[in-house]
């Protein structure tokens, strides 16, 4: 059975980087799928913000692109995001996911970590 | 256009059969999936590519799509069906994902 598990900091100051960890259980990460972050705010919807392929290559969302790194570590079976220079609009639980893509039309994330509540204030 | 949409809220009667939508250009081009999402839950995956369940998602949840619409219909709902669906696709350039804003569905 594939599990994932968020961890990091519950609490990140304004300006400073949020930084979070992916441990992936029961499937390799480098024997394929692509990996994805996910957030949403408190009462409100989910925000897809990228994802990563096992051998590197990563795709964000376009509103987050220029403070969005993640990155993937096949020798520890996990993958990770950093946000810098956030603010209370990055306050949310953020959440790690499987993305099943075919790599022609069908891409859906069937395995999700159990998210993280990850709140910037000072 | 990279945006899915979905209506705010509908209501369903226990037993009955409610069909919730998911508009968005993209879908032309790329599978609509579902997503159920009960309060303090992480989303769960209910329906991918236009019409297929992940191991134990009851069968009452059932999926379609016509043009740049997706559909998810629950026939007979359980008062366990109550939550928010999202609808989630790849956008047009096929290397993002975008969400719906969320449909909440309550069982009366």
């Known amino acids: 059975q594939v599990q994932l598990q968020e961890s990091g900091p519950g609490l990140v100051k304004p300006s400073e980087t949020l930084s979070l960890t992916c441990d992936v259980s029961?499937?390799?990460?480098?024997?394929?799928?692509?990996w994805g972050w996910i957030r949403q705010p408190p009462g409100k919807g989910l925000e897809w913000i990228g994802t990563?392929?096992?051998?590197?290559?990563?795709y964000y969302n376009p509103s987050l692109k220029s403070r969005v790194t993640i990155s993937v570590d096949t020798s520890k079976n996990q993958f990770s995001l950093k946000l810098s220079s956030v603010t209370a609009a990055d306050t949310a639980v953020y959440y790690c996911a499987r993305d099943n893509w075919n790599g022609y039309d069908s891409s859906a994330y069937d395995y999700w970590g159990q998210g993280t509540l990850v709140t910037v204030s000072s | 256009s990279s945006e899915l949409t979905q209506d705010p809220a509908v209501s369903v009667a226990l037993g009955q059969t409610v069909r919730i939508t998911c508009q968005g250009d993209s879908l032309g081009s790329y599978y609509g999936n579902w997503y159920q999402q009960k309060p303090g839950q992480a989303p769960l995956l209910v329906i991918y590519?236009?019409?297929n369940r992940p191991s134990g998602i009851p069968d009452r949840f059932s999926g379609s799509s016509s043009g740049n619409t997706a559909s998810l219909t629950i026939t007979g709902a359980q008062a366990e069906d109550e939550a928010d669906y999202y609808c989630?696709?790849?956008?047009?350039?096929?290397?993002?994902?975008?969400f719906g804003a969320g449909t909440k569905v309550t069982v009366l």
């Open positions: 990563i392929y096992q051998s590197g290559d990563t």
């Open positions: 590519a236009k019409n």
């Open positions: 989630n696709s790849r956008d047009s350039s096929g290397k993002h994902h975008v």
């Open positions: 029961g499937y390799s990460i480098s024997s394929g799928f692509y």
